[in-house]
């Protein structure tokens, strides 16, 4: 069990730019998550993945976001023409099959907005 | 929908003490699994301890337990024998198994700071 990985941790990028986030999952975990944590709130739900099928989107993902899941490995994470409200901590999670397995969390990517 | 509250934005305890941390949710749901979750400064979440809402007896992990009060929909975090190492934000979560997805609904969190 190797843990959930991130790439990068740190992200610093000017208004407008799109930037592209990688998770990968501990290797046996079907359940993949994105959540977003802002400072001094607790993560947010983004999207959730059973293996490489997207099956629920929140209101948080606007159209500029958009999540990918190729072949139920690793994840990715894109978001265009960021902005400002963007500058968050996107975190990641993966979890096994069945119902109240808990998640196991990646370090997170920190991404500011200059 | 459900929403989950911690009323504690900040706590200290000192070190070999024990210290209690709340958290009430909103649900009409039965059910579900609750959470609590470390997270260290810097670094990643790690689960603390997990209860099931059919379980009438309160889940134990060596110096944390928790008080599962399902009709009061409460559930604290007790940390006893407190250690340095301990310091971090906890985070209690909701988990609805009737969603399908096994989401989790976070509340905003206690900073947690032990005292040498």
């Known amino acids: 069990d190797t843990g959930v990985s991130q790439n990068p941790r740190h992200k610093i990028t000017k208004r407008g730019q799109n930037v592209t986030f990688r998770c990968d999952p501990i290797?046996?975990?079907?359940?993949l998550y994105w959540y977003r944590q802002t400072l001094g709130q607790g993560p947010e739900f983004l999207t959730y993945?059973?293996?490489?099928?997207?099956?629920?989107k929140s209101r948080l993902l606007s159209d500029r976001f958009s999540a990918e899941r190729p072949k139920g490995s690793f994840s990715t994470l894109e978001i265009q023409r960021t902005e400002q409200g963007d500058s968050a901590m996107y975190l990641c999670a993966s979890s096994p099959a069945g119902g109240g397995q808990p998640q196991h969390f990646g370090d997170g990517t920190r991404l500011s907005i200059l | 929908a459900q929403t989950v509250t911690q009323s504690q934005p900040e706590m200290s305890v000192q070190e070999a003490e024990t210290v209690t941390l709340s958290c009430t949710y909103d649900t009409s749901e039965s059910n579900y699994y609750l959470f609590w979750y470390k997270q260290p400064p810097s670094r990643q979440m790690i689960l603390v301890i997990r209860q099931e809402a059919y379980k009438q007896q309160n889940a134990t992990e060596n110096r944390f337990s928790v008080n599962f009060q399902k009709a009061a929909k409460s559930f604290s975090l007790k940390i006893s024998d407190s250690q340095l190492g301990d310091t971090a934000m906890y985070f209690c979560?909701?988990?609805?198994?009737?969603?399908?997805?096994?989401?989790?609904?976070f509340g905003t969190g206690t900073r947690l700071k032990v005292l040498a």
């Open positions: 993945f059973q293996n490489e099928a997207q099956l629920e």
């Open positions: 979560a909701f988990m609805n198994l009737a969603s399908g997805t096994y989401k989790y609904i």
């Open positions: 290797s046996e975990h079907n359940r």
